[in-house]
């Protein structure tokens, strides 16, 4: 029995002990520390989409769809992405609920990259991509911008039958957990 008391007392001593070197921060201290936590964030964010682009190696992850009547539809990105992987280009567009040609309810291309070009703005440091591919479902133009941390991203595909579909989401390395899509079997 003594020696329950004698433990409960070295406990209660220890909390009063932990309680008195924590120090709590005032409000601009706080503001100050989630500010500098966000500016780190964008650091390393910036760095992968830097190196990700350079590389070749990225996926441009769509939550949005916009066909050319300018509907707008709300989609999964696991299944809806362009990624570009080496010389080569891939644009899928699926629905969750159907079966469709790739076998997910939509279309996937995959093309050879014929031209590719990647500029930086000056003021923001935001990047813009033009690339054409040739496939055996035709010619694909994709006209890329994505903000220098990758954040928010867009893209329009081009057809050369006239086809048009706008996508935005987030633009992820291709390696790495973030970058996990479901490609469908190639349509053409």
Not at 83 to 106: K, M, P, W
Not at 110 to 117: A, C, H, L, Q
Request: net charge positive; no cysteine.
């Amino acid at each position: 029995m003594k020696n329950i008391a004698l433990s409960i007392v070295a406990i209660l001593f220890t909390m009063v002990a932990t309680a008195q070197e924590q120090v709590t921060l005032t409000k601009q201290e706080k503001k100050a520390l989630r500010q500098e936590q966000k500016r780190q964030s964008e650091i390393i964010l910036s760095r992968n989409t830097s190196e990700a682009l350079r590389t070749g190696r990225f996926v441009l992850k769509a939550d949005q769809l916009r066909g050319r009547g300018g509907y707008v539809m709300h989609v999964n990105p696991t299944i809806n992405f362009v990624a570009v992987e080496g010389d080569e280009a891939y644009v899928q567009v699926a629905s969750a609920t159907g079966i469709g040609f790739n076998g997910l309810g939509g279309v996937t291309l995959r093309g050879k990259i014929t031209s590719f070009e990647l500029e930086q703005g000056d003021k923001h440091g935001s990047y813009n991509i033009m690339m054409n591919t040739m496939g055996t479902g035709g010619n694909l133009t994709i006209v890329m911008n994505i903000n220098k941390t990758g954040e928010m991203a867009s893209a329009s595909v081009h057809t050369n039958y006239g086809s048009r579909v706008e996508m935005n989401g987030v633009l992820v390395p291709w390696t790495g957990t973030g970058s996990k899509i479901y490609k469908g079997r190639e349509t053409f």
